[in-house]
């Protein structure tokens, strides 16, 4: 068995009027993500995550913010074309550790939730998804409530 291990970084500036999806669920709040997509910064990480552990360079290779045809894509069928991808190369997907970092909303409440869907795209149990997420204090872009940041690393194998 061979398994390789990836990271994935991802970074959307917030503003009022926009929506705010994390890990594959809407979250209501005042603020959202500016993105050529729905802006999800969780999957987006994932989807670094993994074609960077299959050396398949990053999501903006594969899914350019230039082209219409992902323009307000739900980041969830990217993720699961991700995960079609690193396939190709007979990877599957081990496990996922990831963190999001924000000021604003407190998503504990809403984690098992995420955890739940990104499991079902990626084919994997929930147990294998973990989620944490962070402040950083009222500290920089994020504190200031100016932008969202996540980070993931996964494990991916082939027999």
């Given at each position: 068995m061979k398994i390789r291990v990836g990271f994935g970084y991802d970074v959307h500036r917030l503003a009022?009027?926009?929506?705010?999806?994390?890990?594959?669920?809407r979250i209501d709040y005042?603020?959202?993500s500016v993105a050529h997509s729905d802006g999800d910064v969780l999957i987006h990480a994932i989807c670094d995550a993994?074609?960077?552990a299959a050396n398949m360079r990053?999501?903006?290779y594969h899914f350019p913010d230039t082209s219409s045809d992902f323009e307000n894509i739900d980041s969830k069928i990217l993720?699961?074309?991700t995960v079609d991808l690193i396939a190709t190369k007979g990877y599957s997907v081990g496990n996922v550790d990831s963190t999001i970092a924000l000021q604003k909303p407190k998503i504990k409440p809403f984690i098992e939730e995420m955890q739940k869907v990104l499991a079902g795209v990626m084919g994997i149990d929930q147990d294998d998804v973990s989620i944490k997420a962070t402040t950083t204090e009222k500290l920089g872009f994020v504190g200031a409530e100016e932008g969202i940041v996540a980070y993931a690393t996964v494990l991916i194998s082939k027999d």
């Open positions: 009022e009027g926009e929506e705010l999806w994390l890990g594959g669920i005042e603020k959202g993994l074609l960077g990053d999501i903006g993720l699961k074309k």
